[in-house]
């Protein structure tokens, strides 16, 4: 006998372990007959988790947060009990604007402290031409790009709210938003990035390991509720998807596992793009240069499918440095309350591991980020919403 479920997903390569959990027949052998459900935009993944028409769901991080705590939408609790992704956002810029930057640089273009300081001569220069402000695409308010993008730019004394425009874009529309001209620069997860510098139209300028060199971006979500009614399936769920993540993983499989998320029911984009991503190893100018990343995404190495609450700590801190909430302490409970490595430990066999300690995020500018302190963190910006 066999468990149906719906699971819904975005076409991006971090949702690997989802796609061939079910295409390689893992989630058949947990006793799991998977339907997969291809959207276009994030809004549509979230309700349909919470109104129960989805069993389970490839998701934002911080879109799980949001929706545990009430914020932007009606409060249904979620548990993620696996991470579908470490890293594997960039930030893509058009040909004007990477050579705007490029003309303001001063130093290595691979430090992001250096391009945010350039982007904001760009902006200031604009400014005093009369020139409308720059639009940045990202997925979603609550969302790693979002986070990402105005953390980058912060660093350089860009305000991400006062300086330039940030619009949402379903992630698939990202390309021809940036070939229409509809925007300057998006953030987004792969493929996308590397779709625009084929078409010759983008450049990217960073990948988001070199903002943050480990942020969680999509999870295995579930409905709290569920979870509980359904202890046994959702182990059986997360053994499958850990056991894709290994398979994804083994250099000599990519190949195979490209092939399959390149099937036009799934990400549908050519499958040497997929390999790229998956091999760290990408494009990032139409002039053909390659830059490689052992960083760039990881789905299963270095223990990132397991959830890691202080990674949910830093989401929540962004969230209030923002003004998307208020800072307290029993959300901030909640907000950790998310990850659950327990489930993952359990549902693996894995033994119980104490926290690892050190700062979790690795960011380029600031102090370590202790989830300790969220205040003492946040204090050290000076460009935020947030006030103590």
């Not at 912060?154 to 949402?168: Q, S, Y």
């Not at 779709?195 to 969680?216: E, N, Q, R, T, Y």
């Not at 223990?303 to 959300?331: F, H, I, K, S």
Request: hydrophobic content about 45%.
């Amino acid at each position: 006998m066999t468990t149906p479920l719906h699971i819904g997903f975005i076409p991006l390569v971090d949702a690997s372990a989802l796609i061939v959990a079910v295409d390689k027949g893992f989630a058949a052998t947990e006793g799991l007959d998977v339907t997969l459900v291809r959207e276009v935009s994030w809004s549509n993944v979230r309700d349909k988790l919470n109104i129960g028409r989805f069993d389970a769901a490839h998701l934002l991080a911080p879109v799980a947060i949001a929706s545990s705590l009430g914020l932007g939408h009606v409060k249904v609790p979620i548990v993620a009990p696996f991470n579908l992704g470490l890293n594997g956002n960039a930030i893509t810029v058009s040909p004007a604007l990477h050579a705007a930057i490029m003309g303001e640089i001063d130093g290595d273009p691979r430090n992001p402290l250096l391009t945010a300081q350039a982007l904001s001569r760009v902006v200031a220069a604009r400014r005093k031409a009369g020139a409308e402000p720059l639009t940045f695409g990202m997925t979603f308010p609550f969302s790693t790009h979002n986070y990402q993008l105005r953390f980058w730019m912060a660093a350089g004394g860009v305000d991400p709210d006062e300086d330039v425009h940030l619009v949402v874009l379903p992630p698939p529309y990202m390309v021809d938003s940036l070939a229409n001209g509809h925007v300057d620069a998006f953030c987004v997860g792969a493929p996308w990035n590397s779709v625009a510098v084929d078409l010759g139209i983008g450049h990217i300028l960073h990948f988001v390991s070199d903002i943050l060199v480990s942020a969680v971006e999509k999870v295995l979500a579930v409905r709290q509720g569920w979870s509980e009614k359904n202890p046994e399936v959702l182990a059986a769920l997360v053994r499958a998807a850990s056991r894709a993540a290994h398979f994804i993983e083994q250099p000599e499989n990519r190949a195979e596992a490209a092939g399959i998320l390149a099937k036009p029911e799934y990400i549908g984009v050519d499958a040497e793009v997929i390999l790229r991503t998956l091999g760290g190893r990408l494009k990032v100018s139409p002039d053909g240069t390659i830059r490689e990343s052992s960083r760039y995404l990881l789905v299963g190495r270095e223990g990132a499918a397991r959830p890691d609450p202080a990674q949910a700590a830093w989401l929540y801190a962004q969230m209030v440095r923002w003004g998307q909430t208020t800072m307290r302490p029993e959300a901030l409970k909640a907000a950790m309350a998310v990850f659950r490595p327990d489930l993952y430990d359990a549902a693996t066999g894995q033994p119980v591991r104490a926290a690892s300690g050190g700062d979790p995020i690795g960011a380029f500018a600031g102090p370590a980020f202790n989830p300790d302190d969220i205040a003492g963190h946040l204090a050290a910006f000076e460009i935020g919403r947030w006030k103590p």
